[in-house]
């Protein structure tokens, strides 16, 4: 099977073209290539696939197997995918995703896509839909108790469920002890991916993350969009946020037609061919 390695800002998946490669058992594939010691190494796998509805659809895997509904960093890499391996010419694509389509705006330089803007939809807030076990219109500050501590929490869905909380410095988190306390809390039936955010002035914050079903990644892509958003439902930032992730930076606006637009790098580590 042929792959392409690919990251975002440290977010880093294996890409298969589905319609030339006929994989089956996609899920199993997906933890077995995705460990760093005896696989590929990923925080997951990325398969793009013919679409009747859109240009192209992708399915995300986690590095545990788990589908996920969208990713913000890997699909960015699937628009770089698409246009550098001349299965588009267009600067603008529309991906489907379990998120619904998402539009893609491809910056070209010397004839290879280095930057991506996504509209990545509007944020959902009904806690039934994100979904998170609370009542009420949004989740916004709202105190919890997680592992025996109270959490103050701001929940947003985009396209996955996400729960942001702010702390002074986002350095001194304990994550491999945290982290999983919020993914299996019973607040959240279907997981959550848990941001931890520090708000330096009104247009810049940095994040850690701790993904379902990947643990502690160096980006989360929808998780800087719903902290973005976050920031802006807490009045701490303006509409026009630059995230600091572990592994880089993304631009976020949370624009005033209630869309959010992310803009970040996409980078090709290698490709290769692996004997299944």
Known sequence: MEFTKMQGCGND????DGAAEKVKNRPELAVKLSDRHFGIGSDGMIFIDPCDEADFEMHMFNADGSEAQMCGNGIRCVGKFVYDRGMTDKDTVSIKTGAGIKTLKL???????????????????????????????????????IGGKEYRITCVSMGNPHCVVFVDDVDYLEMEETGPLFETDELFPERVNTEFVQVNDRNHIEMRVWERGSGETLACGTGACASAVACVLNDLTDRKTAVKLTGG????????????????PAETVFEGEIDL
């Open 107 to 145: 910056n070209v330089v010397d004839g290879k896509v280095k930057t991506v803007r996504v509209d990545m939809g509007v944020p959902e807030f009904d806690p039934e839909k994100i979904p998170v076990r609370l009542s009420g219109e949004k989740i916004v500050s709202e105190p919890v108790v």
């Open 249 to 264: 930076i993304l631009e976020i606006e949370y624009a005033d037609d209630g869309h959010v637009y992310m803009t970040g």
């Open 13 to 16: 998946y294996i890409y298969v």
